[in-house]
T-cell receptor
């Protein structure tokens, strides 16, 4: 158990819908990262928050957005869903922001868009 | 841009034998980190080992060791005494500095199967 929690574990929805994925980082970790794992794209970095502020953006679509709340939990919002958004979405957390250090991953949310 | 290459799509090893998983990387950064993660069929990503670019010695964590060859830009994972539970996907990753962030760039992964 990494200490990072994600809900829900599975999500099945239809095209055009909007969903929210939730992540709680390890106690004491200020950085939260979101990654998408799909069969064709592999594991890709989406976005990072550090202590409530957006720190970096990766290959995140405009239909996707995220935020980190004062209690440090984070939510990833996916809207106007398409079939290609079906993937495993991971949240990871780490203590530091500026130096290389291991990121601890949550169990993931498996999103299926029908 | 940073890039991780894992060329072995899959490997088979006998239980109790050692196995080396290959990883090469490309970066122009002077400071970076190299990581290996394990993903069992259940889907979670499990951190295994970390090597900093300035670390002189190869990292070790129990049965895992990282064979870091900076000049060759390789960061191979060595698993000693393989166990059945080691069967999983293995991903090599690199921390890539981006505006003060340390996002991870992953390779495509490779599947390890440990046979009894």
């Amino acid at each position: 158990d990494s200490g990072v929690t994600q809900t829900p574990k599975h999500l099945i929805t239809a095209t055009g819908q909007r969903v929210t994925l939730r992540c709680s980082p390890r106690s004491g970790d200020l950085s939260v990262y979101w990654y998408q794992q799909s069969l064709d794209q592999g594991l890709q970095f989406l976005i990072q928050y550090y202590n409530g502020e957006e720190r970096a953006k990766g290959n995140i679509l405009e239909r996707f957005s995220a935020q980190q709340f004062p209690d440090l939990h984070s939510e990833l919002n996916l809207s106007s869903l398409e079939l290609g958004d079906s993937a495993l979405y991971f949240c990871a957390s780490s203590v530091e922001n500026w130096i290389p250090n291991e990121q601890f991953f949550g169990p993931g949310t498996r999103l299926t868009v029908l | 841009a940073q890039k991780i290459t894992q060329t072995q799509p899959g490997m088979f090893v006998q239980e109790k034998e050692a196995v080396t998983l290959d990883c090469t990387y490309d970066t122009s950064d002077q400071s970076y980190g190299l990581f290996w993660y394990k993903q069992p069929s259940s889907g979670e990503m499990i951190f295994l080992i970390y090597q900093g670019s300035y670390d002189e010695q190869n990292a070790t964590e129990g049965r895992y060791s990282l064979n870091f060859q900076k000049a060759r830009k390789s960061a191979n994972l060595v698993i000693s005494a393989s166990q059945l539970g080691d069967s999983a996907m293995y991903f090599c990753a690199m921390s890539a500095a981006q505006g003060g962030s340390e996002k991870l760039v992953f390779g495509k992964g490779m599947k390890l199967t440990v046979n009894p």
